[in-house]
């Protein structure tokens, strides 16, 4: 059973930074694409970045581009992500998902992920 737990959510300043992580057990981490979302509140759930099994190709919406980093320790099972100059709009919950797949597919649902963990809030403040 695929468990997804995310954390390092919390309370920043805008223009501050915080790093989100995301352990992962279950099955054998390093064979697929990870990725995060996030659904702030009111809206639907979007696609924030995402990263295929072995972590050399990356791919993220253009809201997060140039201030969000996605990597991955296969030896850890763990998955990040690092947030710079956070905005006030970048509030949400935050949620790691994994694929059936080793890499993310940007024309499918969710970008192939499949297994989601419960998330961890994320409020940026004025």
């Known amino acids: 059973q695929v468990q997804l737990v995310e954390s390092g959510g919390g309370l920043v300043l805008a223009g501050g930074s915080l790093r989100l992580s995301c352990a992962a057990s279950g099955r054998t981490f390093s064979r697929y694409a990870m990725a995060w979302f996030r659904q702030a509140p009111g809206k639907e759930r979007e696609f924030v970045a995402a990263?295929?099994?072995?972590?050399?190709?990356?791919y993220f919406a253009d809201s997060v581009k140039g201030r969000f980093t996605i990597w991955r320790d296969n030896a850890k099972n763990t998955v990040y992500l690092q947030m710079n100059s956070l905005k006030l709009e970048d509030t949400a919950v935050y949620y790691c998902?994994?694929?059936?797949?080793?890499?993310?597919?940007?024309?499918?649902?969710?970008?192939?992920?499949?297994?989601w963990g419960k998330g961890t809030l994320v409020t940026v403040s004025s």
């Open positions: 990263i295929n099994w072995g972590g050399h190709s990356t």
């Open positions: 998902a994994s694929g059936e797949g080793d890499t993310y597919y940007p024309g499918a649902e969710n970008y192939g992920m499949h297994y």
